[in-house]
C-alpha cells in the first residue's frame, strides 16, 4: 500500500500545497451549486449524535432479551458479553460511525472511493426495507396494550393455565386467553388483526412527524425518547427494587459456571446480542454519522454511549429479575419457572406483576410508554436511513422537497405492515425474523472492515480520527481494527454460514439469510464490467476525504503534517 503523503486515490495532487475549492468533478457538489460539496443536514447541536446513538443502541429488544440470556447463563453471559463488546462491538461501531462523519456520506455513499463494493451499502438498504414493516408491528404493540390497559386491567391477573397454584389471584386472565395466539410474535389470532391496524396507523403517522422536520428537528426528539426511557428504567428499577423478597434471585445473575464459558450456545446468544443491540452491518451509524459535523469527537460519543449501554442494561437486568423474583414468590414457584423474554414478557408476564402490586394501572402505563419510547427512536431512524438510500437513487432535487418522499415511504410502509397483521404475513414475518440477521451483517461488516483497515489502512484510518478528535487515537482501536475484530468476523462468518447449510432450516429462510450475497456480487460484477453492460456505472471513483473544500483542505494539510510511512502501521510506530 502506497505512503498517505502520495495519495494514491488523488494522483497528481501535491499533498503540501492547498488543495483547488474543487479539484475533479466528483468531488463537486452533486446538486452543482457550487458549495463546495457541503453535506445539505447536519444535527442543531454537536451533541445531537449522543442521544441519537443512545436511543438506537439501547432499545426494546434488548429490555426484552437481556435479562433473560443474563439469568439462564449467569456471569459467564455478563463476562462475554463486555469481552465481545470491547474487542467487536465498540471498534466495529467507531468505525462505521467515523467513515460516515468523515465523508459526511450515508451507507451507500461512503463507498464512492472503491465503487464496485457499494453493493454494501445497497445490502443495508434492503435489510432495513425487509425488516421495517413487521418491526413497526412489534413496536405498535405498546400502543394497544397500552389503551387496553385503561379498558380492563383487572384482566392482566395470573390465574388459571399453566402457571395455576395455590397462592394465584382469583381473578381470570381473559386477556392473557384471548392474545395467547398473537403474543408469539409475529403470529396473529385470525380475529384479532383489525384491532391493530389503529395502533400501526398512529406508529407510522409518528414517524411520519418526527421526520417531518428534517435532521436538525430529529436530534431534539432523540434528546426526549433517550431522557424519557432512562427516567422511566430507573422507575422501573427502583420498583422493582423495593419489592418484598425481590433481591432473592438476583445472585443467580452472578453465579459463575465455567463450562458455559466454552459453551457454543452461551457464544451464540453473546455475539446476537452484541450485532442486534449495536445494530452493526446494517448501516444505520454510518448514515446517522454522516450529519455530524467533520470535526466532532465521534470517538467520545461511541465510548460514552457504550459504558451508558452496559450500565443501563444491567440495571435493566436487575429490575426484571427483582420483579419476577416477586411474582414467584406470590405464585409460590421457582424464579425459573416465570422467567421470559420477548413478547410474552413485555405483554403477559410483566403486566401479570403489576396487577399484584398496588396501582397496577399506573405501572401498567409505565412498563408500555417505555417500551413504545424505547422502540420508536429505532424506527424513525431505519426509515430516515430508508429514505437516504432513496434520495441517493433519485435526483439531487428530491432532497430540497423531500415531504412528498417521505408521504411515500410511511403510505407504503403502512400498507406493507398492514400485511403483517394478518395470517399470511405471518410466514413472511417469521422467514424475515429467523434469517435476515443470521448472517449477513456479520459478512458485510467483515467485508468494511477490509476496506477500511487494510485496503485504505488502519494506520490511515488512525490519522484521520486524529485529526477529527484533536487527539491521538488509542492503540486499542488501531490493533482491534486490524487484528482481533476481522479475525473474531472470519470465525463468526464461516461458522454460521456453516450453520445455514448443516442445520435444519426452510429453504426460503436460507434465501432471506443470504440477501446481501447477489446485491454485492451483481453491483461489483456489473462494475467491473460497466463498459459492456452496464453504462449507467460510468462513473468515476471519488477520491476518499472530507467533502466540503475546507474540509478537505485541512485535511491534506493535516496529513502534509502528520504523516504515516504506511497505512497499515499506526503514525506514531
Not at 427502583?238 to 450456545?265: H, K, N, P, Q
Not at 476518499?544 to 485541512?554: E, F, I, K, M
Not at 504523516?563 to 503514525?571: A, G, I, Q, T, Y
Amino acid at each position: 500500500m502506497a505512503d498517505v503523503e502520495l495519495h494514491p486515490l488523488e494522483p497528481g495532487t501535491d499533498a503540501s500545497s492547498p488543495p483547488p475549492a474543487c479539484p475533479d468533478k466528483e468531488g463537486c457538489d452533486d446538486d452543482g451549486d457550487g458549495d463546495g460539496d457541503e453535506k445539505a443536514e447536519t444535527w442543531a447541536s454537536p451533541l445531537d449524535y449522543l442521544p441519537m446513538l443512545l436511543s438506537v443502541v439501547v432499545w426494546e429488544l434488548g429490555f426484552l432479551q437481556f435479562p433473560y440470556f443474563w439469568y439462564i447463563n449467569g456471569g459467564a453471559f455478563l463476562l462475554l458479553y463486555v469481552l465481545l463488546l470491547v474487542l467487536l462491538g465498540i471498534p466495529l461501531l467507531l468505525l462505521e460511525s467515523f467513515i460516515g462523519q468523515f465523508t459526511s456520506s450515508n451507507c451507500i455513499e461512503v463507498f464512492s472511493f472503491i465503487p464496485a463494493f457499494k453493493g454494501i451499502g445497497y445490502s443495508n438498504g434492503l435489510f432495513l426495507l425487509l425488516m421495517t414493516p413487521y418491526m413497526v408491528v412489534y413496536t405498535s404493540y405498546s400502543l394497544f396494550h397500552l389503551v387496553y390497559s385503561f379498558i380492563s386491567i383487572e384482566q392482566w391477573n395470573l390465574c388459571g393455565g399453566e402457571w395455576d397454584s395455590e397462592g394465584c389471584v382469583p381473578e381470570v386472565t381473559d386477556m392473557w386467553n384471548k392474545t395467547e395466539n398473537y403474543l408469539d410474535f409475529p403470529s396473529l389470532a385470525l380475529d384479532m388483526p383489525w384491532r391493530f391496524l389503529p395502533a400501526v396507523f398512529v406508529t407510522w403517522v409518528v414517524i411520519f412527524f418526527a421526520l417531518f422536520g428534517g435532521v436538525r428537528v430529529l436530534g431534539k426528539l432523540m434528546w426526549v425518547t433517550a431522557g424519557t426511557s432512562i427516567v422511566l428504567l430507573l422507575a422501573l428499577f427502583i420498583r422493582g427494587a423495593t419489592l418484598s423478597g425481590a433481591w432473592l434471585g438476583v445472585g443467580d445473575l452472578f453465579r459463575l459456571e465455567s463450562y458455559m464459558l466454552t459453551d457454543i450456545r452461551t457464544w451464540t446468544y453473546v455475539v446476537n446480542r452484541v450485532f442486534n443491540s449495536l445494530n452493526l452491518g446494517i448501516g444505520i451509524t454510518t448514515t446517522m454519522a454522516s450529519y455530524n459535523k467533520v470535526r466532532h469527537n465521534v470517538v467520545r460519543d461511541v465510548l460514552v454511549v457504550s459504558a451508558v449501554k452496559v450500565a443501563l442494561e444491567i440495571v435493566v437486568g436487575l429490575a426484571v429479575i427483582c420483579l419476577l423474583q416477586y411474582l414467584a414468590d406470590r405464585m409460590q414457584l421457582p424464579l425459573g419457572d416465570v422467567v421470559d423474554m420477548g413478547l410474552y414478557l413485555a405483554y403477559k408476564t410483566l403486566p401479570a406483576v403489576f396487577s399484584l402490586m398496588p396501582q397496577p394501572l399506573l405501572w401498567t402505563c409505565v412498563l408500555f410508554v417505555l417500551v413504545f419510547f424505547l422502540c420508536i427512536p429505532f424506527m424513525v431512524v431505519s426509515v430516515q436511513v430508508l429514505l437516504e438510500c432513496l434520495l441517493t437513487l433519485l435526483p439531487p432535487r428530491w432532497r430540497r422537497r423531500r415531504w412528498p418522499l417521505l408521504l411515500a415511504v410511511c403510505g407504503a410502509g403502512f400498507l406493507l405492515s398492514s400485511l403483517c397483521c394478518f395470517e399470511p404475513g405471518r410466514y413472511i414475518n417469521n422467514m424475515i425474523d429467523w434469517g435476515l440477521g443470521i448472517v449477513g451483517p456479520k459478512i458485510l461488516c467483515l467485508l468494511v472492515v477490509i476496506i477500511f483497515a487494510y485496503v485504505y489502512g488502519a494506520g490511515s484510518i488512525a490519522r484521520d480520527v486524529e485529526m477529527t478528535s484533536n487527539k491521538t487515537i488509542s492503540y486499542y482501536f488501531y490493533f482491534t481494527w486490524i487484528s482481533v475484530t476481522p479475525l473474531i468476523l472470519v470465525i463468526l462468518s464461516v461458522g454460521l454460514s456453516t450453520y445455514i447449510f448443516d442445520f435444519y432450516i426452510p429453504p426460503l429462510t436460507r434465501v432471506v439469510a443470504c440477501y446481501f450475497l447477489p446485491v454485492v456480487v451483481i453491483y461489483s460484477l456489473c462494475y467491473v464490467f460497466r463498459d459492456d453492460c452496464c453504462k449507467k456505472l460510468q462513473f468515476k471513483a471519488k477520491p476518499w476525504g472530507p467533502r466540503a473544500a475546507g474540509d478537505r483542505a485541512a485535511w491534506k494539510r493535516f496529513c502534509s503534517e502528520h504523516p504515516v510511512r504506511n497505512s497499515l502501521v499506526h503514525r506514531t510506530f
